[in-house]
Structure formats: C-alpha cells, structure tokens
C-alpha cells in the first residue's frame, strides 16, 4: 500500500491485517486491532491493539504507543524500530507463552505507561523508564530508572547486560544481573530469596534494602544507607561503608 493508513475512527473495532508493506504513515486509533507483520516506511502510531504476526513481526521507522494503546509481541515474533520507541500505554513481550519474543530499538517509558517482559522476552537495546517495568526478561542495553511518579514501579528478574542507572525505585523479580549498578538518591530493593547479581561494586547513594543476596560487593557513599532487613540477608563480596549501614 503506497500512501498514509488510519485504521478506525477512535470509535469503532475495525481490523486491519498486514504482512506487505506500507508505504507511509500507520495510525491504529483507539478500539482498532491492527496485526502487524510487514514493513511500515513512515510512523507507526497506535491508540488501539497491535498484535504481531510471525517470527518476522515487522519494521516501523519510529513508533509511538499512546496512553492506552497496547502492543503484544507474542511468542517468538521480532519487531524492529529504527528511532527511540516512545511508550505512554503497555508494550508486552512474549507474555501469553513462553517464547523469545524481541523488540528491536530503543525503549522509552513515560509515566503511566508499562513494559512488561515474559519469560524469554528480549528488548535489544537501552530502556528508559519513568513508568513501570516488570517480568523476567532480558535488556541488552543500559536501563535507566527515574520512575519518580507514585504508581509507577519496577519489579523485574532476568538480565540487564549493560548499567543500570536508578534514580527512582527499583525492585527484583527473582535473580536480576546486571552488568552494573549505580544507585543515585534512588531505592533498591532485593527482594527475600532473590539474588542481584553484578561484578563491579554497586555503587550506592541512595537507600539499598537487602533482604535476598547481593551477590557482589558494594561501596555505600557518605550519603547513602544499607539496611539488611533479616537473617538470611547477604553482601557476598566486599562492603565498603562511608554512610550508614
């Protein structure tokens, strides 16, 4: 299709399904299903439903999912996206089975909005998040959290290869490596039975509360605190205690 696509009018359940190609800009408005398995050459702005179609899930330019818009990359579907993926409603990945559901691109998370990974699902690139992420999944970039805003959480288990940069409140969701951490005026949370797994000391000024394993050691600024909140609590390298502890 050569030319601009707007499925429903914000009122109606229209669908509309693609495995071609649109040669402009796609807007799925709110109430509207689009299956999306094809190549959109403009922006892809959705207000309704997106669902993938095939491994091959399809590629977009840029891609803007609106407050209340849902995007569901399901089982082992892929979708790439060249620009930052802007997000104010849920995009979710491989949540409905346990695939290896991946998001290609950049992912930034306003307030409101969700990113929720299932088991095998994989964000190939950096996040950023004001909002809430959760579920057990892989980020291959760095994730940087400053979900300040009340409601907005982070409850998440699996792997983080690059830093993570928390400024707001983080928690885990089972293990959770990271290829690093540097907690700035925010809160970590290791939740009981968890672990947090990372080779460079965490760097903490903020408030970090063990109550799982920290499995790496950690050097706590003069401004920062470390509270092992039971018995089973654990710092399994070095501590190193400029603030309170």
Partial sequence: HTGDVANGDGTNAASFTFTGAVDGNLTNNANATTTFGG???GALTNSGTIYTLGT???EAVSLNNMAGGTMIIAGDDEVTVTNTIQNAGSIMLAVDVNGTGRLVG???TTAGGRLILGVGGNVDGA???AGSLSGYGTITGNLTNNNTTPGNTV???GRVDGTVTNTGT??????????ALTNTGGTVNIDANDRLIVTPPVANSGALNIAGVLQGGVVNSAVGTITMTNDNAAI????TNNGIM
Avoid: H, K, P
């Fill in 39 to 41: 190549n959109v050459t």
């Fill in 56 to 58: 091959d899930g399809g």
């Fill in 106 to 108: 950049n992912v930034n």
């Fill in 127 to 129: 996040v950023e998040n």
């Fill in 155 to 157: 409850d998440f288990g």
């Fill in 170 to 179: 983080l928690g885990t969701n089972g293990d959770l490596r990271v290829g």
């Fill in 236 to 239: 399994t390298a070095n501590a």
